[in-house]
C-alpha cells in the first residue's frame, strides 16, 4: 500500500505540484483516514523510487585502473546510442576486481566485458568438461 | 619474457576478444523466504531463467570459491520489476546483487542416458554418478497436445496388483489417482507397478519416472534400493525434490518429471509416471504463491491451484500413430486426512484424472493388502484396455464384492441366514483373500488371469478362509512349473480361449489331488 502512496505522491510532484504542498496534502489525506503512521513507510517507498528514477538516467562504465578508461570509452562508442547516453554523461568508476576489460550498466542494461567475466566462464567451462 | 612482450600478448588478446553481448538486468531490492523482488529485468518473461551475479565486487579467488551459477525463476511480472523464486541456497543473495535476464525458459536434461538416474527438480544429477553428457534439453512449462494429437485409450498397463488389473483397469495414456490417508499403501501401489513393468517385453516396456515431492529422503532412499534389487531402476528415473528442498523446487518437480517423460513420447515410447504426492506440491505452490503475494483463496491456496494440477495432468496422453503413437500414463498420489475425499485438493485432483482408486484405513487395519475399496474405485477409460481374457474373467468381480460387504454388514445383525446367502458370504470371503497380495509382488496379468478363473469357478471354495491365501500362491507356483506353456499362451494372445479354460481346469484338478491338506473344508 506504501508503494502506491509514495507512487502517487511522486507522479504529483512530476506534474508540478509544489513538494511541501504534495507532502502536506498526502499527510492530511492520510490522517483523515486514520493511516498517518504509514507516513515513515511511505518515505521508505519513496526513496526506492527516488533511487530507481535516478539511476534510469545514468550510465556507468566500470574499469580495472584509472589508466584503461580511455581505452574502454572507445570500445563502448559503438554501444552507447543503444544505452542512449552520451559520451559526456557516463560515469567512471574503478573496481579493481574485474582485472581488465571493462563493463558498462546504465538502464537496465549490462555489457560486460571484463577479464574476471571471462576468466570465470573459463574455468566454469573448463570444470565442468572434466 | 620481458615486460613490453607481456604487454604485447594483452594487446593482441584484446584486439582478438568476442564481441559482446548486453543482457537485460535489474537489481535485489529484497529477499526472503527463498523469494526475491527485483527492481529492472523489465524485458523479463514469465518462467524465465535469471542469473543471479554474484561475483560483483569480489575478487576472482572468492568468486572461484563460490558453489556453482545460482539461477532463479520469474514468477511474477510486477509493474516496476519481477519477483522470482531463487532455484538454490537463498542465503548466497544478497541486497542490492545485479540480476541478469538469460532469455531462456527453465529447461531440464532427458535422454536415455537418465535412465537408472537419480536427478534433482532441475534435472541435475544427485546420486553421484556424474553429469550427463549429451542430454537433450526439454522445456519444464509446455503446451499439452491437442485433441487431433491424441487417440483413445486402448493398450493396458498392467498394474501386477490382481484387484486393480481386474477391477480398476488403467490404459496406456490415462491418469488414474490413487488416494487415501497417510500409511495406507499409495506409494506401494505405484513402486509395484514400476517394477511389474519388467514382465513386459523392452521393447513395449514404458519409461518409469518416480517424482518425489516433500518425501523424506530415507524414504527416496529406500525406494531406490528396492527399484534396483527388483531390476526394475535400469527403467526408471527418480526425480528427487525432498522435504529439505525450497518450496520452488517441490512446485516444479512434478513438471520437470513430465518434460523428461516427453522427450520419450515424442519419440513413440510409452512413460509411466508417477507424482508421489500432489498434495504436497499444492502445499508448497500455496507457501510460494504466499511469499509472491498472490491473493489467497479458499484454504489460502492461490486461485489458480485447479490449473497447477490440470496443466500438468493433461500432459499425460496417448499420441495419435501420426505423432510416434507413444504415451504417458500418469499416477498422481493425493494424501486425504482422516479418509475426506471431499477436500479442496482430492476434488480437484478427483475431478481432473480418468478414474480413483481409493485406499481405505479400515481395510489396511483389517490386513486386507492392497486396502483398495473396489465400491468406490473407478477407472473411466481403462476398460477399453483391458485384454479380452482378464475382461472375462472379472466381469462381475466388483458386483460380487459389493454385494459380499452389503451382506457383510448384514452378517453381523443376522444369526440365521438362508444357504444362498450363507454361500455367497462364504464365496466372498474367499474372493477377498484371492485379491490379497504382499507389497512388492506385482503378478503377471497371465496369472491373475488363471487365478481369477480358477477363482470364479469355486476353486477355493473347499479352502478353508485362512488358507485361500497360501493356496492361491501355491496354485500359481504350480501352474508356473507345470502350465508355463499355458500361461504363455494366454500371455501372447489376451485371450481365455476354451482349450486355455479345459487346461486351468485340468491343472485345478491335480493341484487339488496333489495338495489335498488343503482342501479339507
Known amino acids: ?43 521508505r517507498a519513496f526513496e526506492r523510487i527516488a533511487e530507481r528514477e535516478l539511476r534510469k538516467g545514468q550510465s556507468t562504465l566500470t574499469v580495472a585502473r584509472e589508466h584503461d578508461e580511455r581505452h574502454a570509452k572507445t570500445a563502448v562508442k559503438e554501444v552507447l546510442a543503444e544505452f542512449e547516453v552520451e559520451s559526456k554523461d557516463l560515469k567512471t568508476l574503478i573496481d579493481d576486481t574485474i582485472i581488465g576489460g571493462w563493463r558498462l550498466e546504465g ?24 | 619474457m620481458n615486460t613490453s612482450a607481456v604487454e604485447k600478448i594483452i594487446k593482441e588478446i584484446e584486439q582478438i576478444a568476442p564481441k559482446h553481448e548486453g543482457h537485460s538486468v535489474g537489481t535485489v ?62 542465503s548466497r543473495v544478497s541486497e542490492g546483487m545485479t540480476v541478469k535476464s538469460t532469455g531462456e525458459v ?44 491424441r487417440k483413445g485409450v486402448s493398450v493396458p498397463l498392467q498394474t501386477g496388483i490382481k484387484s486393480i488389473d481386474a477391477m480398476i483397469p488403467i490404459g496406456r495414456g490415462q491418469r488414474e489417482l490413487i488416494i487415501g490417508d497417510r500409511g495406507t499403501g499409495k506409494t506401494t501401489v505405484a513402486i509395484d507397478t514400476i517394477i511389474n513393468q519388467r514382465n513386459e517385453p523392452a521393447e513395449t516396456r514404458p519409461i518409469c519416472i518416480y517424482v518425489a515431492i516433500g518425501q523424506k529422503e530415507s524414504k527416496t532412499a529406500r525406494i531406490v534400493e528396492q527399484l534396483r534389487q527388483e531390476n526394475a531402476l535400469e527403467y526408471t528415473i527418480i526425480v528427487d525434490a525432498p522435504a529439505s528442498a525450497p518450496a520452488a523446487l517441490q512446485f516444479l518437480a512434478p513438471f520437470s518429471g513430465v518434460a523428461i517423460g516427453e522427450y520419450f513420447m515424442d519419440r513413440g515410447r510409452d512413460v509411466l509416471i508417477v507424482y508421489d504426492d500432489l498434495s504436497k506440491q499444492a502445499v508448497a505452490y500455496r ?57 479442496y485438493i482430492p476434488t480437484n485432483v478427483i475431478s481432473i484424472t480418468d478414474g480413483q482408486i481409493f485406499l481405505i484405513t479400515d481395510l489396511f487395519n483389517k490386513g486386507i493388502r ?41 452378517m453381523q445383525f443376522a444369526s440365521d441366514l438362508d444357504k444362498e446367502t450363507a454361500d455367497r ?42 488358507k485361500v491365501v497360501e493356496a492361491e500362491k501355491l496354485f500359481s507356483e ?23 479354460k479345459k487346461e486351468i481346469a485340468k491343472a485345478m484338478d491335480e493341484f487339488r489331488l496333489a495338495h489335498k491338506e488343503l482342501f479339507s473344508a
Open chain 2, 287 to 343: 507457501e510460494l504463491s504466499l511469499l509472491l503475494r498472490r491473493p489467497p483463496g479458499r484454504e489460502a491456496y492461490p486461485g489458480d491451484i485447479f490449473y497447477l494440477h490440470s496443466r500438468l495432468l493433461e500432459r499425460a496422453a496417448r499420441l495419435s500413430d501420426e505423432k510416434g503413437g507413444g504415451s504417458i500414463t500418469a499416477l498422481p498420489i493425493i494424501e486425504t486426512q482422516e479418509g475426506d475425499v471431499s477436500g
Open chain 2, 370 to 410: 492392497p486396502a483398495i475399496d473396489v465400491g468406490i474405485s473407478v477407472s473411466r477409460v481403462g476398460s477399453s484396455a483391458q485384454t479380452k481374457g482378464m475382461k472375462g474373467v472379472a466381469g462381475g468381480l466388483k458386483l460380487e464384492l459389493a454385494q459380499f460387504r452389503e451382506l457383510e454388514a448384514f
Open chain 1, 1 to 43: 500500500m506504501e508503494t502506491a502512496y509514495a507512487q502517487a505522491l511522486w507522479k504529483m510532484v512530476e506534474r508540478g505540484m509544489e513538494p511541501k504542498k504534495a507532502v502536506h496534502a498526502l499527510h492530511e489525506q492520510l490522517t483523515n483516514t486514520g493511516r498517518a503512521s504509514l507516513m515513515r513507510r511511505i518515505l
Open chain 2, 106 to 149: 527453465l529447461s531440464v536434461p532427458s535422454g536415455d542416458e537418465l535412465l537408472g538416474r537419480v536427478v534433482d527438480a532441475l534435472g541435475e544429477p544427485v546420486d553421484g554418478k556424474g553429469p550427463f553428457k549429451n542430454p537433450t534439453m526439454m522445456q519444464v512449462e509446455r503446451e499439452a497436445y491437442g485433441v487431433i494429437d
Open chain 2, 478 to 500: 504350480f501352474l508356473d512349473g507345470q502350465y508355463a506353456k499355458l500361461l504363455a499362451g494366454i500371455r501372447k494372445t489376451g485371450q481365455l480361449s476354451d482349450d486355455a
Open chain 1, 107 to 130: 538502464n537496465g542494461r549490462l555489457i560486460d566485458a571484463s577479464y574476471k567475466t571471462q576468466l570465470l566462464e573459463l574455468y566454469k567451462r573448463a570444470t565442468s568438461a572434466v
Open chain 2, 29 to 90: 531490492t529484497a529477499v526472503g523466504d527463498g523469494v526475491v523482488a527485483i527492481d529492472g529485468l523489465s524485458k523479463a518473461v514469465m518462467s524465465e531463467i535469471i542469473l543471479f551475479e554474484e561475483s560483483n565486487g569480489k575478487k576472482l579467488a572468492e568468486s572461484l570459491e563460490g558453489g556453482g551459477k545460482l539461477y532463479g525463476l520469474v514468477l511474477n511480472l510486477e509493474e516496476d520489476g519481477v519477483r522470482a523464486t531463487i532455484l538454490g541456497d537463498t
Open chain 2, 425 to 466: 458370504i462364504e464365496s466372498g470371503r474367499r474372493m477377498v483373500e484371492v485379491l490379497k497380495q504382499k507389497n512388492g509382488q506385482p503378478i503377471p496379468v497371465e496369472k491373475q488371469v488363471a487365478t481369477l478363473y480358477a477363482a470364479n469357478n469355486k476353486f477355493f471354495l473347499d479352502v478353508p478362509v485362512g
